[in-house]
């Protein structure tokens, strides 16, 4: 069973659309986060939720949205993709006695904005 | 302000080789380390991590690293590679107790020729 999944895993699209990802995971944990790798490899995180509150925003632009139905669940939605939101979005969670570092990644999903 | 930084970019070594690669932080607080590892088209997988104790910390696949808390640093290293560590490493920091809020460095490239 894969512990942190996300879908879709590739997503080619046109600028101006909107896309969402979604990501799940099994391992019980209470913490999600978002993170993007740029092409140079860069990750950055983006979002984090705890028991479906949000409590990590780093200055992503407001055409990202973040929604956790559930402690299991968050997925990004994005607005009016540009170009330069082509990356490579990886889900993550932790337990809280890792003390938040010890994440699991999702095998992250590759955006393509043409 | 806070940063991780790691020394190489870029290297490549022969299979026994020994493997070391730098990282160095700069966090005003107590902090967590975290070595990651992407192997070509997968996810992040932790390799080791460093909370408190021992500063010399034993991973997955014969990793090892120390954390040299005057210098700042947590170099990670195997004392002989395989073609199958080719892969991306990542270091990684947050303050202790933080909500997972991993810096991560820029990654080190490692190719390991036959």
């Known amino acids: 069973d894969t512990a942190v999944s996300q879908t879709p895993k590739y997503l080619v699209t046109q600028m101006g659309n909107d896309k969402s990802i979604k990501c799940e995971q099994n391992l019980g944990h209470d913490t999600m986060y978002w993170y993007k790798q740029d092409s140079k490899k860069f990750l950055k995180i983006m979002f984090s939720y705890n028991n479906k509150e949000l409590i990590i925003n780093e200055t992503v632009p407001n055409r990202f949205s973040p929604k956790s139905p559930d402690k299991a669940h968050l997925n990004l939605h994005i607005n009016s993709l540009e170009l330069g939101d082509s990356a490579v979005y990886f889900c993550?969670?932790?337990?809280?006695?890792?003390?938040?570092?010890?994440?699991?990644f999702g095998e992250g999903s590759r955006l393509t904005v043409l | 302000a806070q940063s991780v930084s790691q020394h190489n970019h870029h290297v490549i070594l022969s299979e026994a080789a020994s493997l070391e690669l730098g990282c160095n932080y700069s966090y005003g607080g107590t902090v967590n380390l975290f070595w990651y590892v992407q192997y070509p088209g997968q996810h992040l997988q932790l390799l080791l991590k460093?909370?408190?104790?021992?500063?010399l910390v034993k991973g997955i696949k014969g990793f090892e690293a120390e954390f040299i808390k005057s210098k700042f640093s947590f170099n990670l290293r195997k004392p002989s590679v395989q073609w199958s560590d080719t892969a991306e490493y990542f270091c990684a920091v947050n303050e202790r107790d933080s909500w997972g809020k991993l810096q991560f460095g820029a990654g080190t490239q490692v190719v390991v020729t036959p």
């Open positions: 460093y909370f408190s104790g021992d500063p």
């Open positions: 993550a969670s932790s337990a809280p006695e890792t003390r938040g570092g010890e994440l699991f």
